[in-house]
T-cell receptor, first 117, second 114 residues
């Protein structure tokens, strides 16, 4: 069983640029969620995709957008980068199916560290 | 809006001893899920334990157990026989019944002393 993978591992951008982060979900999972984790803080929910549709969104502006593909992999796009966007971006996948203990439980990838200068 | 609070920014425990991490949350929902996640310095978030709000029985996973008090909106994590590998940031998390809203607490950094 392949776990959640994310690319790239690290990224440096300058203010005003655009960035795309990628996530491959765990085998069998059709739901992907994205989180922003600032240094020393807990993850903040950005949005979730289920079967290629946005299925929930946290308190993030529209310049944070996403996509989910037919193979359930996902992209997070951030436009007009700001200094405060510097953070660890986590992707998590889950599935509404399976045993009660695993149903809808999120499994996280290693994250992408984004630095905005 | 739902909130999750972890009042202990840092905790330490002696190896082989027991430690309890606190978590309180606020929600008006009756059905939801609660989780404890561990984030070691390597940063990959790992699920420790989960609890469905409709279940009165406290969840257990080997050395990890929770004390879920629904009326008090409290969800503490007990780690028994602490090991050096338990050292990490621990996050308490809430998820609504529809799976569309996830809220994490600020975390508790646990140190395990040899």
């Amino acid at each position: 069983e392949t776990g959640v993978t994310q690319s790239p591992t690290h990224l440096i951008k300058t203010r005003g640029q655009q960035v795309t982060l990628r996530c491959s979900s765990q085998s069998g999972h059709n739901t992907v969620s994205w989180y922003q984790q600032a240094l020393g803080q807990g993850p903040q929910f950005i949005f979730q995709y289920y079967r290629e549709e946005e299925n929930g969104r946290g308190n993030f502006p529209p310049r944070f957008s996403g996509l989910q593909f037919p193979n359930y992999s996902s992209e997070l796009n951030v436009n007009a980068l700001e200094l405060d966007d510097s953070a660890l971006y986590l992707c998590a996948s889950s599935s509404p199916g399976g045993s009660p203990m695993v149903r809808d439980t999120q499994y996280f990838g290693p994250g992408t560290r984004l630095t905005v200068l | 809006a739902q909130t999750v609070t972890q009042s202990q920014p840092e905790m330490s425990v002696q190896e082989a001893e027991t430690v309890t991490l606190s978590c309180t949350y606020d929600t008006s929902e009756s059905d939801y899920y609660l989780f404890w996640y561990k984030q070691p310095p390597s940063r990959q978030m790992i699920l420790v334990i989960r609890q469905e709000a409709y279940k009165q029985q406290n969840a257990t996973e080997n050395r990890f157990s929770v004390n879920f008090q629904k009326a008090a909106k409290s969800f503490s994590l007990k780690i028994s026989d602490s090991q050096l590998g338990d050292a990490a940031m621990y996050f308490c998390a809430y998820r609504d019944n529809y799976g569309q809203n996830f809220v994490f607490g600020p975390g508790t950094r646990l140190s395990v002393l040899p």
